[in-house]
């Protein structure tokens, strides 16, 4: 149980494209998920948390109209890294959490490399 | 700010050994720690969590240690196999909110 998907795996594309990272909790209904980010060998570090059916709350630092964050179901979190650049090439992970529960399951992660 | 932090950035052990890895924490007010392993291009892996009313959990390998007085916390792993390479994080949470706060990791290196 608590298996978290994420997809694409891995990306590449071009400076000045947008690309959509989806979120899917497969076998629990997740209120709450969280999207981090992580540089090598460095520690995650949260960008935002997002509750279904309402906005993400971004943590200090993190550009909302960069990083459009969108939960439109209890199972589905996208990440939309709009206009990417070089700078924003990271693995991006996301996690979710059952509501009332302090566990977070992390998916997979996401490399996203910007050229 | 207050942080979680890792004393030993590399642990390098033999196969068979058992393993500990030791994590700082300064937020009084966090109530609840888990620790993940994460393996080379993978994302965090559930190991073992515990909440600030216990000072002991164990589970199958593995044993989390919590000793709030000195606000420590460390993660025991019996007969280490090279299949539990990977890096280690512990992560706090703070009462009242949902978000993890990560420390920078345990690199766990597992020769045979």
């Known amino acids: 149980g608590a298996v978290v998907s994420q997809h694409p795996s891995r990306v590449i594309c071009k400076s000045g494209t947008s690309v959509k990272i989806e979120c899917r909790s497969l076998d629990f209904q997740a209120t709450t998920m969280f999207w981090y980010r992580q540089f090598p060998k460095q520690s995650l570090m949260l960008m935002a948390t997002?509750?279904?059916?309402?906005?993400?709350?971004?943590e200090q630092g993190v550009e909302k109209d960069k990083f459009l964050i969108n939960h439109a179901s209890l199972t589905l979190s996208t990440l939309t890294v709009t206009s990417a650049h070089p700078e924003d090439s990271s693995f991006y992970i996301c996690s979710a959490r059952v509501g009332g529960k302090d566990t977070q399951y992390f998916g997979p992660g996401t490399r996203l490399t910007v050229l | 700010g207050e942080s979680v932090g890792l004393h030993l950035p590399t642990l390098s052990v033999q196969e068979g050994d058992n393993s500990i890895i030791n994590c700082a924490y300064s937020n009084s007010a966090s109530d609840y720690f888990i620790w993940y392993k994460q393996e080379s291009g993978k994302g965090p892996q559930f190991i073992i969590d515990i909440r600030s009313n216990m000072d002991k959990r164990q589970g199958q390998r593995v044993t989390v240690l919590l000793n709030k007085t000195v606000k420590h916390l460390s993660l025991q792993i019996a007969a280490t196999q090279p299949g539990d390479s990977a890096v280690y994080f512990c992560a706090e949470k703070n009462s009242g909110y949902s978000t993890l706060t990560f420390g920078k990791g345990t690199m766990l290196l597992v020769s045979p």
């Open positions: 997002s509750n279904e059916g309402s906005k993400a709350t971004y």
